[in-house]
């Protein structure tokens, strides 16, 4: 795909940075227009900009927007290497969204430079650089150490290392070869939109035997409390370097180490909280490092130095084509990827730090030359530790702090801290942004439930229990499939009306931990029998806290039933991205004339919240109509449809 004008050429200066340079880019932008025009087609298919400066002509390729509502993805593959060269339509990568796993097309001809981030990468935002793609083959070449907004290749000019006091430089080293091999578990992503979590519980102890499929923790999300499984670990647990109770843990942090070796065990006894978080962060600061107090566990002869950490024999693909082209070997990098997997920032480090090609081999075992980390990923690493550390230290109240209860400022009255779980947190966030950015409209109606109370007592005769909540959820996906236009959504990227592939209904249920909502899939096509075993099914999962992601992730339209509570109307706050919920209210009895004669029938009110970008009242009113027929007529609410 080509952009006009996108890029043509602006010479500037960034100043000088932390090494003395003074780095130079060269960049161009067309009329302001014509780049607006452009713009969301670039973000769409990932082309972020071409560049001409310092390094060949190249095009740079950014994580594309797959889905209406992604906001970031991840890498589940590359199908494609440096050298190799692609066409419009060539598979890139198989990315994975907040939706599905979904191909990345290329929109562009050439050739693969260079892959900016390895397999399995996460969490990548929309536009940030993946690729850079060349139209010459022999341009490739130049590529082998660059990176997104250099001017000339990463090998020009080297950086001057920055001095560091002795006993800084020397603690990474300690800290590094001075205990066993051991793997980092991080806090893992249990759900789509989880982003941080609390550890709940811990099930597993310093010393533990793990194996795949063991249950570790118990960890609250911003949906339920889940259990983090181990995936293929396994071994002993050296260290557990969050304690139990500690909240809003980032999705990455590092949780426990493990070792193979139970006799490795003794080596991390000693270990306070502190050095425990310092050794889980691998190559960093040395200040840092020297600061947490890493000193090596008491050798048994005073020439003996301790084991240089054994890098594994699996290479991500962008931290084999760096060792390639600097010539270092898998050996002359300290790993710290899981199960001392060599990672791009690893070799990144070591390049920085000075690390000679066979500098391992030729090292005696008695002495290891310290090798300092690179000073901006070491920045980094400490900073997304940060959270970790203050959590800890939130965890660990001192001598004179107050106790959950006390006395007001200036009312003087007494108070109590209740902790807000994550699921009530995630909750007030959303419904907040909903209430503040959702220009809402509302709409209420009556539906009589007679011949509901009817189709019940016939069912109830066979030994079949139905609820008034199952035909109101069996006949709100009737209206739905009768409106087809009120199954949408408002794609806030698109600022377009977007419809959705089938009629999942959320069921509000309220549990201790907060409000929950699990989805009957495809509720148009499903019997009212049906639906009444599924959601019956789902209720009592919400409540024991045993959903798993797939049964509350998505849905198209919500229902929420607060008639038991003898309310007899209110009003609900849409639940983004849905652009419509229907509150429900209790049934009562009224005194209605038919045939001129006053007559009592029991009707229930039901109030419609809708997103006013996506409805209309003629739209509201259609939906509310459809709905209050087929629970006038609810015998169609038994049979089950085709879709």
Not at 238 to 246: N, R
Not at 521 to 542: C, I, N, P, Q, Y
Request: proline share 8%; glycine share 8%; with cysteine.
């Amino acid at each position: 795909m080509q952009l006009p004008g996108v890029l043509l050429c602006v010479v500037g200066s960034l100043g000088r940075g932390v090494f003395g340079q003074r780095l130079h880019y060269a960049f161009a932008c067309s009329a302001k227009s014509q780049l607006q025009r452009h713009e969301a087609a670039a973000q769409s298919c990932g082309v972020l900009s071409r560049c001409f400066s310092g390094v060949p002509a190249h095009t740079i390729v950014g994580m594309p927007a797959l889905s209406p509502t992604m906001s970031q993805g991840n890498i589940a593959k590359w199908h494609v290497k440096p050298g190799q060269e692609v066409s419009p339509g060539s598979v890139l990568a198989d990315i994975e969204t907040d939706k599905a796993t979904l191909a990345f097309e290329n929109q562009d001809e050439g050739f693969v430079a260079k892959l900016l981030v390895p397999d399995g990468a996460r969490d990548i935002p929309i536009g940030q650089p993946v690729l850079v793609l060349v139209e010459d083959a022999s341009s490739v070449a130049a590529f082998a150490n660059f990176t997104p907004g250099q001017s000339a290749p990463a090998d020009a000019a080297p950086a001057a290392p920055v001095e560091q006091p002795p006993a800084a430089i020397a603690a990474p080293a300690l800290m590094e070869h001075a205990y066993p091999p051991h793997t980092r578990l991080t806090m893992p992503s249990l759900s789509p939109t989880m982003d941080r979590g609390n550890i709940v519980a811990w099930k597993v102890s310093p010393g533990t035997a793990i194996k795949a499929g063991d249950v570790l923790a118990d960890i609250e999300t911003d949906k339920a409390t889940l259990a983090y499984e181990a995936v293929a670990e396994e071994g002993y647990v050296a260290a557990l370097l969050v304690p139990e109770g500690t909240r809003d843990v980032a999705v990455g942090t590092p949780l426990a180490l493990l070792v193979e070796d139970p006799e490795h065990l003794a080596a991390f006894a000693r270990l306070t909280p502190e050095q425990a978080h310092a050794l889980a962060l691998g190559p960093q600061s040395g200040q840092a490092a020297a600061a947490a107090g890493i000193t090596p566990p008491a050798s048994q002869g005073p020439a003996e130095a301790a084991p240089r950490v054994v890098a594994s024999e699996r290479l991500g693909p962008a931290a084999r084509l760096l060792l390639e082209s600097s010539g270092l070997k898998p050996e002359d990098v300290t790993p710290t990827g899981p199960n001392n997997i060599i990672t791009k920032a690893d070799v990144l480090a070591a390049i920085a730090g000075g690390v000679k090609p066979g500098s391992a081999a030729a090292a005696k075992p008695a002495a290891t030359k310290p090798v300092a980390a690179a000073t901006a990923p070491a920045a980094a690493t400490l900073k997304a530790a940060a959270p970790v550390a203050a959590a800890t230290a939130a965890a660990q109240p001192s001598a004179g702090s107050a106790g959950p209860s006390g006395s007001g400022g200036s009312g003087g009255g007494s108070y109590t801290d209740t902790p807000n779980s994550q699921i009530r947190r995630i909750i007030a966030a959303r419904l907040l942004d909903s209430k503040r950015n959702t220009p809402s409209l509302y709409m209420r109606a009556d539906a009589c439930l007679d011949a509901v109370a009817d189709l019940r007592a016939s069912l109830a005769a066979r030994g079949t229990k139905v609820s008034v909540n199952d035909c109101v959820l069996r006949a709100v996906a009737l209206a739905l499939r009768d409106v087809p236009a009120a199954n949408v959504h408002w794609d806030e990227a698109a600022s377009d009306v977007r419809a959705f592939g089938g009629v999942d209904i959320s069921v509000a249920v309220a549990t201790e931990r907060g409000l929950i909502t699990p989805i009957v899939r495809a509720a148009d096509v499903k019997g009212l029998l049906a639906v009444s075993r599924e959601v019956r099914a789902l209720a009592l999962k919400a409540k024991d806290n045993k959903l798993k992601p797939e049964e509350f992730t998505g849905g198209s339209f919500t229902v929420s039933n607060l008639g038991m509570y003898g309310l007899t109307h209110f009003s609900a706050i849409i639940n983004p991205p849905q652009a419509a919920i229907l509150a429900v209210g209790g049934a009562t009895e009224r005194v209605v004339l038919v045939g001129g004669q006053p007559a009592v029938r029991s009707a229930m009110s039901v109030t419609l919240s809708a997103d006013g970008r996506v409805y209309d009242g003629e739209l509201a009113g259609a939906v509310l109509a459809a709905f209050r027929r087929h629970m006038e007529q609810p015998y169609e609410l038994l049979s089950a449809t085709s879709s």
